[in-house]
Nanobody
Framework: VQLQASGGGLVQAGGSLRLSCAAS????????MGWFRQASGKEREFVAA???????YYADSVKGRFTISRDNAENTVDLQMNSAKPEDTAGYYC???????????????WGQGTQVTVSS
């Protein structure tokens, strides 16, 4: 699976941004898809995941503000970011895993990052 993330940019605090990840391959629907982020000088952390059946999982820090969704027909997974905060500033990465997990090491395939900057 090859993944291509897009949609990052600069947004003011309280604003919204939508990230998208396009996947190649005919087995997309079999994978759990996740979004992770990595701020400068920090470790990569879990943001959200969606199972192949559409069950969603969120980090506490984004619960109620971010929404993950997938379209298996289009091979895409999106992350809608609302009520953005300066602490959301990071490189955002989409990833695919064969298990339902929030752990970085369970994800076998990674896209390149897309930078999100939230100004205060």
């Amino acid at each position: 699976v090859q993944l291509q993330a897009s949609g990052g940019g600069l947004v003011q605090a309280g604003g919204s941004l939508r990230l998208s990840c396009a996947a190649s391959g005919r087995t997309f629907s079999r994978y759990t898809m996740g979004w992770f982020r990595q701020a400068s000088g920090k470790e990569r952390e879990f943001v959200a995941a969606i199972s192949r059946n559409g069950v969603t999982y969120y980090a506490d820090s984004v619960k109620g503000r971010f929404t993950i969704s997938r379209d298996n027909a289009e091979n895409t997974v999106d992350l809608q970011m609302n009520s953005a905060k300066p602490e959301d500033t990071a490189g955002y990465y989409c990833a695919a895993a064969q298990v339902v997990s929030a752990a970085v090491y369970d994800y076998n395939y990674w896209g390149q990052g897309t930078q999100v900057t939230v100004s205060s």
